[in-house]
């Protein structure tokens, strides 16, 4: 029973604290929604996904979410 309780209280946190497909069309769609390219889209959501565990969580980090657009912005610049 003890194992059982474990095993669901683990499977819900850890999907809790993932981006689900839902997150990521998201994200796109306020990105794309902006007028910036795709390409531009695809980079920051690939960062966003390494640096937050989820959508919701962009919202409390700001500052970062800035850098990483900065960062995409410098990236699609240099090529």
Do not use: G, P, R
Request: net charge negative.
């Amino acid at each position: 029973m003890k194992n059982l309780l474990l095993i669901i209280v683990s499977t819900f946190l850890i999907s809790c604290n993932q981006w689900s497909d839902n997150d990521s069309a998201k994200f796109l769609e306020q990105c794309e929604k902006t007028k910036w390219e795709k390409e531009f889209c695809d980079c920051a959501i690939e960062k966003v996904k390494k640096e937050y565990k989820s959508f919701a969580e962009i919202s409390e980090n700001e500052k970062q979410m800035a850098d990483i657009l900065l960062d995409c912005m410098v990236t699609k610049n240099e090529d």
